[in-house]
């Protein structure tokens, strides 16, 4: 994603100065000093002082397609804002989320649970090969929609410890990192982009 920074003065409402940035970058900017790119899906402020702010949103010219995604709660988490979700838009996404998941373990599992709380889903799934994991999308309100999915290897059903945590991060390599991390030997990319080789106990 290709995030625009903007940069205020006080009591000046154009921007003094524009950065077109892709997301994850840090700016050094002559105003406020060092300002982080950070993924956003709509306008907010990221930062505020005596002396100016930093406002970020998708940059207009170069819009993130919807066509890569292939799974609708993919979609969702791209255009809702969930801290003032109505209860049905949660349901819809909770729905969606629970639908994408079954269809794209179907072929690898013999069995998935599903935990709904307000802004998170959670639960385990066990693969044909019999391991055990468990996995949640995360506080959707705050920073999950952008760290991913947590997903670890699990004793049973009821181990909500169990092994290292892996990150799947929403985006279009979604269904790849997420059977990745059911192999024998998954590659997981965290959030720095380092891969790490986590074996399946």
Request: aromatic content about 12%; proline content about 4%.
């Amino acid at each position: 994603m290709i995030v625009r920074m903007r940069i205020f003065k006080v009591g000046v409402k154009k921007p003094g100065k524009t950065y077109t940035v892709p997301d994850g970058s840090w700016v050094q900017t002559e105003l406020l000093g060092a300002q982080h790119a950070s993924f956003v899906t709509e306008m907010q402020v990221t930062f505020k002082n005596d002396q100016g702010l930093v406002m970020l949103d998708p940059d207009p010219a170069n819009p993130t397609p919807k066509s890569k995604y292939r799974l609708k709660f993919l979609q969702m988490i791209d255009t809702v804002t969930f801290s003032t979700a109505t209860e049905k838009i949660l349901k819809e996404f909770n729905y969606a989320f629970m639908a994408d998941m079954r269809r794209i373990l179907k072929p690898h599992i013999k069995k998935i649970e599903f935990h709904q709380n307000y802004y998170e889903i959670n639960g385990f799934f066990e693969t044909r090969a019999g391991h055990i994991f468990y996995f949640a999308t995360g506080d959707l309100r705050f920073f999950a929609k952008h760290y991913g999915m947590l997903v670890r290897t699990a004793k049973d059903f009821k181990d909500y410890t169990g092994g290292p945590n892996m990150t799947v991060k929403y985006d279009r390599q979604f269904i790849d990192n997420l059977l990745g991390a059911m192999k024998a030997k998954g590659v997981i990319t965290d959030r720095a982009g380092k891969k790490t080789v986590v074996p399946v106990r």
